[in-house]
């Protein structure tokens, strides 16, 4: 069996003989079969055997080859690559050889692994020596040793290449000196994988253009510097760090008086300075040894500056400051006719002083003997007043009981024009007794508690007929504060203030009310007349100065703001005009309360000007009802709330007080009477249509509001509930 095996499997047999020897054993073993039933088994068993052996040997036969095909592709793949590679690294030779710069490769490891043949091309010694795999370190030395390598000045061959390997590690670019006056310009660059290249570059050329182009530009900027020096009205001379003269310009020989063979490049500072002090002296405060110690003073020196007397009569001041360079420049100027004009105003001052003191001694006379003089004239105009005024009274009376007594008309029409013109001198000789009082200072105030309400009262009653005369309407509205002031000269305010309201108003309307202002208060003045410009407000305060130049002596004679102003001043009461022309004139005198801050509110309470904060509850209510009775128990209600309110009648009453002030209410309450229905409605449509919308309320005892609200307006039933008044009132914001 084991040689039927043998005789099998010879691996030198090709696949046909062995396929011809297992026929054979084939047809052998059929024929056993057939011959020996017993021995069946066994010859199949090996049959069998001999089967899958084949098998076996088919397939290891079949992997064997696929294997040996396998490595012969690869084999070729191998030798391909091996060809491209060999060519790609020819081809990056050539191309790095091709380079114009020296090139060179490291690895991550600093270790050379590639360079072309430019690379240290200009320092042969360094060339013979590169290899593939030296260390950058051995490179670095190399060059550091090199022949053709030229330091700087001052650092050795072994400081050189500590400061190179330093270069390396920051991958910096820099230029360095070859002998013969050759430049390379080397740069380093990182690549992927942590490796450095670097390049070489001759730049010889390029420094040494450089170098040429930096000397013409020295010399051009040195020719600009030499005609600024010469262009300056100052003498300058520059020195440099060993004191050796390096530029200058023609004034400094002029102002030195320097010959100019002693000026020439190089001279020495201690040669020159002869010459500084030749005809000179210097100022007290530095002597010429301390410029020769600050020249030779180690640097750095500080600024220095003196000044110098030449006996010609010239001053120069010096000043000299020290160069970067260590060296110094000194420039002179001349300041004669500076420190010339400078004494001639000494002197002017002085005498210009003495000339003030002589002049002020005589305006001190001059006033003394004018205020004396004016004292004078004040006690005589008021003797002569008061003298005048005895005699001017009978005369009155007498020329009024002549008047009554005249059966003539026209004999009594002349009487009453001469009664009218003696009121008028009257008036003009009180002005003038109370101006004089005024000046002289004579006029003593008695500061007392001064109620307004009978005082506008009296005002009203006085002032009626003369504004119903020039179909004028004069409103005063009452108030009941009480006011800290002098009854009489407050009084007398008042009636000027008004009284000229009345007398330039032509058309329209007075109106005197009082508003509150912080804790004091204050009384207005408003007309409707021609307004004063801003340019004449100041001069309407004059003595014998009026609004119109042309007013006929009956208009007074200027004297009523005079003593208004006088009066308040004396008062310590503040007083103020605005004006617009063609829109009227304001006038409110300030003043403070008599220790009455807790009384109620003026009903005929003014309201704040638009440039001046209102206080907290300084509202204003505009009431309009025919029942007197209705708007003063609503009114006392609100003033007991703060709240500043305006009685008027009925509807063209309101327009026209509103349009005339120029103030819009922060509220309306109109009241209802039966039958009123419609103007009720129109009152407050035309308040709205002319003022704008306010919170509006309706008074009426109507039990049903749906008519009123129907108009678009609310009711409040009467008699009014003191919660539904104080409701309405807190959604009351002020009018804008």
């Known amino acids: 069996m084991t040689r039927i095996s043998e005789w099998l499997i010879d691996p030198a047999d090709t696949p046909e003989r062995t396929i011809e020897k297992l026929l054979t054993i084939t047809e052998v073993l059929m024929r056993q079969v057939e011959q020996a039933s017993g021995e069946r088994g066994a010859a199949y068993e090996q049959f069998r055997r001999a089967a899958m052996l084949e098998d076996r040997v088919r397939q290891r036969t079949r992997d064997l080859e696929y294997a040996l095909r396998l490595l012969g592709e690869t084999n070729s793949r191998l030798t391909a690559a091996k060809r491209t590679a060999e060519r790609a690294q020819r081809d990056l030779a050539n191309a790095i050889d091709a380079v114009q710069e020296g090139f060179a490769l490291f690895d991550e490891a600093d270790t050379l692994v590639l360079y072309n043949s430019r690379f240290c091309r200009d320092m042969p010694d360094v060339r013979q020596h590169l290899r593939a795999g030296m260390a950058f370190s051995e490179y670095v030395k190399l060059v550091s040793l090199s022949t053709a390598l030229s330091p700087p000045a001052g650092q050795t061959r072994q400081e050189w290449m ?92 002029q102002l030195l008086d320097m010959p100019v063979s002693w000026l020439r490049h190089g001279a020495s500072f201690d040669g020159l300075h002869p010459r500084f002090r030749h005809d000179s002296i210097y100022g007290e405060h530095l002597s010429f040894e301390v410029l020769v110690d600050w020249a030779h003073q180690t640097p750095p020196r500080p600024p220095l500056s003196f000044e110098i007397h030449r006996t010609s009569g010239v001053i120069l001041d010096g000043f000299a400051r020290e160069t970067p360079e260590g060296g110094f420049v000194i420039s002179f100027s001349d300041v004669t006719r500076e420190r010339l004009a400078v004494q001639a105003m000494l002197r002017a001052n002085a005498s210009l002083e003495a000339r003030v003191a002589a002049r002020t001694l005589d305006l001190e006379a001059a006033l003394e003997e004018a205020e004396r003089a004016n004292a004078s004239r004040v006690r005589f105009v008021a003797a002569a007043g008061h003298d005048l005024l005895q005699p001017l009274s009978a005369a009155k009376l007498f020329i009024a009981s002549v008047r009554d007594d005249a059966d003539n008309r026209q004999a009594r029409a002349t009487l009453e024009k001469a009664l009218n013109a003696l009121v008028s001198v009257e008036g003009i000789l009180q002005a003038l007794l109370d101006i004089s009082r005024l000046e002289a200072g004579e006029s003593a105030v008695e500061i007392a508690p001064v109620r307004l309400e009978p005082l506008l009262a009296q005002l009203t009653d006085e002032f009626a007929p003369v504004a119903a005369g020039k179909g004028l309407r004069l409103t005063i509205l009452p108030c009941r504060l009480t006011v800290a002031s002098d009854p009489a ?248």
């Open 489 to 736: 000269y407050l009084r007398r305010i008042l009636q000027n203030l008004i009284g000229n309201a009345i007398r330039y108003t032509r058309a329209g309307r007075v109106l005197v009310g009082v508003r509150r202002a912080g804790g004091r208060i204050r009384i207005e003045v408003h007309d409707t007349g021609p307004g004063i410009a801003p340019e004449n407000q100041q001069e309407i305060f004059r003595e014998f100065h009026r609004l119109n130049g042309s007013a006929s002596a009956s208009e007074g004679m200027g004297l009523g703001l005079a003593i208004v102003e006088r009066a308040c001043s004396l008062l310590n009461h503040r007083l103020r005009l605005t004006s617009e022309p063609g829109r009227g004139t304001s006038f409110s005198v300030e003043m403070a309360l008599a220790g009455a801050v807790s009384l109620p509110p003026c009903a005929g309470l003014i309201a704040a000007a638009e440039d001046e904060p209102q206080e907290d509850g300084g509202r204003i209510a505009l009431l309009v009802g025919s029942a007197p009775e209705v708007r003063r128990d609503i009114g006392r209600r609100l003033e007991k709330r703060n709240i500043a309110v305006w009685e008027v009648g009925g509807s063209e009453e309101a327009l026209a007080l509103l349009g005339e002030i120029g103030i819009v209410p922060d509220f309306y309450l109109v009241d209802h009477e039966p039958g009123e229905t419609l103007g009720c409605i129109g009152t407050v449509l035309a308040l709205r249509a002319n003022h704008g919308e306010r919170p509006t309320r309706v008074l009426t005892e109507d039990p049903d509001c749906g008519a009123w609200a129907a108009a678009g307006l609310d009711c409040m039933r009467k008699p009014v509930d003191d919660a539904a008044l104080d409701a309405f009132i807190a959604g009351v914001s002020p009018a804008p």
């Open 162 to 253: 500590a400061a190179r390997m330093q270069r390396h590690h920051d991958r910096q670019v820099f230029n360095v000196a070859l002998s013969g006056d050759r430049w390379l310009q080397v740069s380093a660059q990182h690549i992927d994988g942590g490796g450095t290249v670097m390049f070489q570059t001759d730049v010889t050329d390029i420094i040494r253009l450089e170098r040429i182009e930096r000397g013409k530009m020295l010399d051009d900027q040195a020719q600009l510097i030499r005609a600024t020096l010469e262009h300056i009205n100052q003498g300058v001379c520059i020195f440099d760090a060993d004191l050796r003269l390096v530029g200058w310009n023609g004034r400094l020989g």
